[in-house]
């Protein structure tokens, strides 16, 4: 039976997931929406602004998992990183007719085409997370969520590592832009 809804939140889903992943971007929706790319900070933001209009609630989830995804794994560009993690931003949505679910709207299709995680949500199941669905996850509060992320990362890198994560990130980010052609 159709709900208006639903067919709107997953629309906003699949608007946001098809804006090209590209780190570093600023955290927010504005700039996902100005630039029309986003980390998986902005792109979250935007989903979850997207999902307030059309009155469906929805939760930052923070989730850990490997930095270089699994596809990429024996990429020697991205080989300083291969062991570290990645804290990561999706969204846990609130939806009335299938209770919580687990968007991740990150990779953008030309990225999943290639391999990495991810899919068009079809208002109903979790999907897959960008970092896999292997590592652990917290539910935040919006109004705390950067500075809880920071403080996971705190915890989670030692020294130095920090530094290493934002190079590979880029680097990744590189590779990635590369695929889209």
């Known amino acids: 039976m159709p709900d208006p809804v ?15 992943y590209a780190w570093p971007a600023p955290p927010d929706a504005d ?74 709207v990150t990779w953008d299709p030309p990225l999943v085409a290639r391999g990495l995680p991810g899919g068009p949500w079809d208002g109903w199941s979790d999907t897959p997370l960008a970092v896999g669905d292997a590592g652990p996850g917290w539910a935040v509060p919006r109004d705390g969520l950067r500075a809880a992320k920071e403080g996971l990362r705190r915890r989670l890198y030692g020294p130095g590592e920090r530094d290493v994560r934002d190079r590979v990130l880029a680097a990744l980010s590189r590779r990635l832009a590369a695929w889209r052609g």
């Not at 639903?6 to 090209?20: F, I």
């Not at 209009?53 to 560009?77: E, I, R």
């Not at 062991?83 to 299938?98: G, I, K, N, R, Y």
């Open 6 to 20: 639903r067919d709107a939140a997953v629309a906003a889903a699949a608007a946001v997931r098809r804006l090209p």
């Open 31 to 104: 700039a996902a929406e100005r630039d029309g790319v986003g980390s998986c900070a902005s792109k979250h933001a935007l989903l979850a602004r997207r999902l307030d209009a059309v009155g469906v609630p929805s939760l930052p989830l923070l989730a850990v998992g490997p930095l270089v995804p699994a596809v990429l794994a024996g990429d020697p560009d991205l080989a300083e990183g291969a062991d570290l993690v990645e804290v990561h931003e999706c969204l846990t949505v609130l939806t009335p007719w299938a209770g919580p679910v687990r968007v991740d």
